[in-house]
């Protein structure tokens, strides 16, 4: 875990070049340009951020998506209404962590629950992986999925992957290729079906139904009624 400071009088005092000071910046613009300027440090560079207020839900993001990669330390201000943390890079890039036990989510999972039970959560990742789960003999209609490659791998249950030719039986183990813009629909088993989906992230892809080759309404991290999900997050 990231080390965190409470203020101290040993605090090393910032010079005006290092400072970011967001307290005159719209509230919306405020993360993305703290995570750019933390994405600009070399490795042992740091800035002094300046806010009003304590920033404990900024300090979550970074516990979320950069963990061990940065320190986070409290300078005294002797003012209530003023907030100075030296934000330090450690390491270069993002480190390698465990994000999820599948063992434990399918433990935990309501039996007839359905829909996206996990998803991959850093902003800046580009994967999107999310753990899916589709109810006792549930399914998920024929579709064309989007313009790029899906890899599946069967967690829990057991089911079918209709393509536009023979059905593909799966079961606990199974890792299946989805190719690009290929025709699928998903069936579950009488004990449901759960399973990891993968693939690159773009943002903003749809699906597309194989009748009409339009495009479908939902969209990457959107999760569909009753808990069909698209490709994306589960419709694969």
């Known amino acids: ?3 965190s400071t409470a203020p101290t009088a040993t605090a090393p005092a910032a010079g005006e070049g290092d400072e970011l000071d967001v307290r005159a910046i719209p509230k919306p613009r405020r993360h993305p340009l703290i995570f750019a300027r933390f994405g600009s440090l070399a490795v ?3 800035f002094v951020l300046v806010n009003s207020h304590d920033p404990k839900h900024l ?7 950069h963990p061990g990669t940065y320190d986070w330390t409290y300078q005294p201000t002797g003012d209530r209404q003023l907030y100075r943390i030296r934000i330090t890079r450690r390491v270069a890039t993002d480190l390698p962590r465990v994000v999820a036990d599948t063992n434990a989510l399918h433990a935990q999972a309501d039996a007839d629950a359905g829909g996206a039970v996990w998803r991959l959560e850093p902003a800046a ?3 999107d992986a999310n753990v899916i789960r589709l109810r006792p003999d549930g399914q998920i209609e024929a579709h064309l999925g989007p313009d790029l490659d899906v890899l599946l791998h069967v967690l829990a249950g ?3 992957i209709v393509t536009a030719t023979d059905p593909i039986r799966v079961q606990i ?3 299946v290729w989805l190719p690009r813009r290929s025709q699928r629909a998903i069936l579950a088993g009488p ?7 993968v693939h690159p992230r773009r943002p903003g892809l749809s699906i597309a139904s194989p009748a ?5 309404t939902s969209t990457v991290g959107d999760v569909g009624v009753d808990g069909h999900a698209d490709e994306l997050v589960g419709r694969a």
């Open 59 to 65: 300090h979550q993001e970074f516990e979320r998506d």
């Open 212 to 216: 009409t080759d339009t495009a479908a």
């Open 1 to 3: 875990m990231s080390q």
């Open 173 to 175: 183990g199974s890792v």
């Open 158 to 160: 057991s089911g079918q």
């Open 125 to 127: 990742r580009q994967l």
């Open 44 to 46: 042992g560079e740091s």
């Open 191 to 197: 004990d449901g079906l759960t399973y990891l989906s």
